[in-house]
């Protein structure tokens, strides 16, 4: 996560990233650039570092700060998708199906509502609950929760203004920003299609399905949307406030220029856009 970053003497250069945010695809890039490519990715989980051990490498010795983040309420929402929803083709009805650190969170869901604990009946809006639960019980704010579902950066990195990341690539425009960090740094990168989250491209549920117990979604055709309410849209927004005030996205993703908007503006017709209105008043 952005918590912790894996530095790369030979470009000084550390580099942060984000379950959930494309980190398969940096491992990837990384191990592409590498003289003996690790046989494994957990490889940049076990030789990353916490970022207070980094800062001297770049606030001292001048490495580039890079890191890979995706919008906040996309994010969380894949989470969701496939941790609790369906992993790797295969619906999770069970709890016996999860991941460790997903029973863990199922887990607390069940303390706190009495549900079966072997059926996985979790509803998106009781998964935003118990990340509201994580989130309030941290012992301090620096310490992390599963990386899955915690914040994107350290919330107090925000308030220092002594740093900044050199070079931020978002998952919305992965390979125009990668390929750009690749000429900037030295990386070779391929385009490649890595561990994408599936969801309906067409003929999507037309329907809000924040409430339906995560065994049944997968009997839908279920993409972001389906998840997006004014009141998920206003929780994501004070879970994540980091990071959306830090790298500039806005709540609801359906704006313009979100990932699920029409796309944003070009400079040139922003322009003109704005030249057209002057001379109307």
Known sequence: MG????????RKAVFFWSQKAACTTL???????MAEPPAQKKYFHQTSQPLADLRPLIDRDG????????????????????????????????RRQLE???????????????AYPDANTMSFEDF???????FADRPGPDVPVNGHWDTQIPPTLARDRSFRYDHVVHVERLETEMAALGRTLGLRYTPQVENRTPVAESDAHDGY???????????????????LSEETIARIARLYDVDFATFAYRPDPRL??????????????RARVGGIFARAR
């Not at 918590?3 to 030979?10: E, I, K, L, M, P």
């Not at 460790?100 to 009495?114: E, N, S």
């Not at 935003?128 to 994580?134: P, S």
């Not at 399905?209 to 995560?214: D, H, K, N, Q, T």
Request: aromatic fraction near 14%; proline fraction near 6%.
């Open 3 to 10: 918590w912790r970053g894996y530095a790369d003497h030979q």
């Open 63 to 94: 490495y580039a700060a890079v890191i890979v983040v995706r919008h906040p309420t996309i994010r969380a929402i894949s989470a969701y998708f496939n941790k609790f929803c369906v992993y790797q083709g295969r619906p999770l009805s069970t």
């Open 128 to 134: 935003l609950t118990e990340i509201e639960a994580l």
């Open 256 to 269: 313009r220029g979100g990932p699920l908007g029409p796309p944003a503006l070009s400079d040139a017709l």
């Open 209 to 227: 399905l924040g409430r339906v117990a995560a065994q049944e979604v997968s009997g839908y055709a279920f993409g972001y949307a389906n998840f």
């Open 100 to 114: 460790p650190f997903a029973r863990d969170l199922h887990d607390a869901y069940v303390a706190r509502t009495g």
């Open 27 to 33: 491992w990837r890039v990384l191990a592409d650039n």
